[in-house]
Structure formats: C-alpha cells, structure tokens
C-alpha cells in the first residue's frame, strides 16, 4: 500500500504560478501511474493531468492544456504538477492519487490510493 502526500499550495493572484508535487511513502511511486484531481466547494471532483508508469505519456484535461503540465522525476519518486497562468476559477483542493496500472484513466474511480489534498487559491 502507498500512502500519499501533497505539498506545494498556497495563494497566488491571478496569471501566477505553482509547482505541486506528489510524494509517496510504503511503496515507491515509480510503480503507479499516477493523476491531479481537483475539487472546488460546492463542486464535484474534476481531473487534471495523469502520468503514465513510465513517465511517457501524458493527458491533461483541455481547460489546462497549455498552462498546467505533469511531469516526474528520474527516479519517479515524486510526480509534479507546474501550474502557470493560473485563474481565480483554478481555485481548489487539488489531490494526487495512484493507480496500479501502466496508465491510468481520467475518472477518480480508476484510481486506488489518494492524498489528502493541497489546497490552491488563486486572487483576481
């Protein structure tokens, strides 16, 4: 089992930047494929972006595509998500979860494991 922990939120006016990262601890996260979900008040959970096992293919969602992008690290030990030109309606908790396949979808039930969020505000 895989425990994950997010970091990297905070508050940024609007057209900023932030760079979230998804850490893993129990098994490494090299294993999984991995995806950005999101959720605002009142709003029901919205994907983001995954990232394959192998850190070759990747899927964003098209309100993001070309402002936020997935990536991970050599090693695969942690999964980021670089967010630029960010708006006020970006404003959310924004989660990473893992999933034990070599890619996963881009519904929230094909994933196993999820943290417990980051939260990202965006000012206007």
């Known amino acids: 089992q895989v425990q994950l922990v997010e970091s990297g939120g905070g508050l940024v006016q609007a057209g900023g930047s932030l760079r979230l990262s998804c850490a893993a601890s129990g098994r490494t996260l090299s294993t999984y494929s991995v995806g950005w979900f999101r959720q605002a008040p009142g709003k029901d959970r919205e994907f983001v972006a995954r990232i394959s096992r192998s850190g070759f293919a990747t899927y964003s969602a098209n309100s993001m595509k070309g402002r936020f992008t997935i990536s991970r690290d050599n090693a695969k030990t942690t999964v980021s998500l670089q967010m630029n030109n960010l708006k006020p309606e970006d404003t959310a908790v924004y989660h990473c979860?893992?999933?034990?396949?070599?890619?996963?979808?881009?519904?929230?039930?094909?994933?196993?494991?999820w943290g417990q969020g980051t939260q990202v505000t965006v000012s206007s």
């Open positions: 979860a893992a999933a034990d396949s070599v890619l996963a979808g881009v519904t929230a039930s094909a994933y196993d494991y």
